[in-house]
């Protein structure tokens, strides 16, 4: 079994919709929580960081982590076409120098 | 400020070749950190390389190896390569050591292909 295990979709959803996205995880030394986007043909780039449980909101943008169920999840809101992209989240532990990524959710929004 | 940089974009090798891939870091970052991305595996972590010197390593054979040169600049080689070895290639650098804390700016990736 996977440390970390992602959906990979793909997932299509209407402009404007809400999308969520999730990860669960196995290694309850955890504590650092990312979402990655990636598009097409580049790298990823750094969506949202959060630091053990709760919400986080940036914009659109949700985060949200759940430890006791080793579950985190993003929300976008008001979906859009730009948001077509592949969602990767990832996790670190403290004084461990690498993170852990999932496979990424492909996501397409249909205009 | 320019981004990451990762040279060539694109590679067709044969098995049992060997292949050399550069990455050039944000300017003024110390640390490159190298990944594996694969539709199936996702992104796997190679290793790090901070000041010149492999920080940390990821779960890959000996086939892989890096170094990193004092301006930064890092280079990643493969050696005799198999079919598996088919994936994107990432680099990414940060200002300080890559740990959970400290943000991670990814490079476009070497698409390499082993025919």
Same mark, same amino acid.
């Given at each position: 079994q996977k440390e970390v295990e992602q959906d990979p979709g793909p997932l299509s959803v209407p402009e404007g919709a809400i999308v969520s996205l999730n990860c669960t995880y /196995?290694? /309850? +030394?955890? &504590?650092y929580f990312m979402w990655y986007r990636q598009y097409s043909r580049k790298g990823p780039e750094l969506l949202m960081y959060t630091y053990s449980s709760g919400n986080k909101e940036d914009g659109r943008f949700t985060a949200q982590v759940d430890k006791s169920s080793k579950y985190i999840s993003l929300f976008i809101r *008001?979906? &859009?076409?730009? *948001? /077509?992209a592949t969602y990767l989240c990832a996790m670190g532990a403290v004084g461990n120098e690498k993170l852990t990524f999932g496979t990424g959710t492909r996501l397409t929004i249909i205009p | 400020k320019a981004g990451v940089t990762q040279t060539p974009r694109y590679l067709i090798k044969t098995r049992g070749q060997q292949v050399t891939l550069s990455c050039s870091p944000i300017s003024g970052h110390r640390s490159v950190s190298w990944y594996q991305q694969t539709p199936g595996q996702g992104l796997q972590f190679l290793f790090e390389y901070f000041s010149e010197t492999q920080r940390n390593k990821g779960n890959?054979?000996?086939r892989f190896s890096g170094r990193q040169f004092s301006n930064s600049r890092s280079e990643m080689n493969v050696s #005799? %390569?198999? $079919?598996? *070895? /088919?994936a994107l290639y990432l680099c990414a650098s940060s %200002?300080? $050591? +890559? #740990?959970?804390t400290d943000t991670q700016y990814f490079g476009p990736g070497t698409r390499l292909t082993v025919l």
């Open positions: /196995s290694n /309850s +030394a955890f &504590q *008001d979906s &859009q076409p730009s *948001d /077509s | 890959f054979p000996g #005799t %390569l198999e $079919l598996g *070895d /088919s %200002l300080g $050591l +890559a #740990t959970s």
